[in-house]
């Protein structure tokens, strides 16, 4: 049974950070590259950012580029996204999932049960 299970979401303030986590089981993990999605009310899932199973190649949306950054540990099975000067537009639920095409351009979604994911509200 494959587990996505986020964690470290919250409520910040415009330009404050957050990490959130992914512990994940149940597949091979470090064959595998890895993503986290977000989606707000009213809009559709959208990809945040993308890594290769070694973590060698990274993709972002460019909404987050320079202000986010994607990483993992192929020991703890985990991934991980650092969030910086978070800004209203942020807020939403962020879900982690594997994915196919990191550094292709065309990244999509592996396991088609998603996790319940973890809210960040950025609010002032």
């Known amino acids: 049974q494959v587990q996505l299970v986020e964690s470290g979401g919250g409520l910040v303030q415009p330009g404050e950070s957050l990490r959130l986590s992914c512990v994940t089981s149940g597949f091979a993990f470090s064959s595998d590259s890895m993503s986290w999605y977000r989606q707000a009310p009213g809009k559709e899932r959208e990809l945040v950012a993308g890594i290769s199973s070694d973590g060698g190649i990274t993709t972002y949306a460019d909404s987050v580029k320079g202000r986010f950054t994607i990483s993992r540990d192929n020991v703890k099975n985990t991934v991980y996204l650092q969030m910086n000067s978070l800004e209203f537009e942020d807020t939403a639920v962020y879900l982690c999932?594997?994915?196919?095409?990191?550094?292709?351009?065309?990244?999509?979604?592996?396991?088609?049960?998603w996790g319940r994911g973890t809210q960040v509200t950025v609010s002032s």
């Open positions: 999932n594997a994915v196919t095409g990191v550094g292709t351009g065309h990244v999509r979604p592996w396991f088609s049960s």
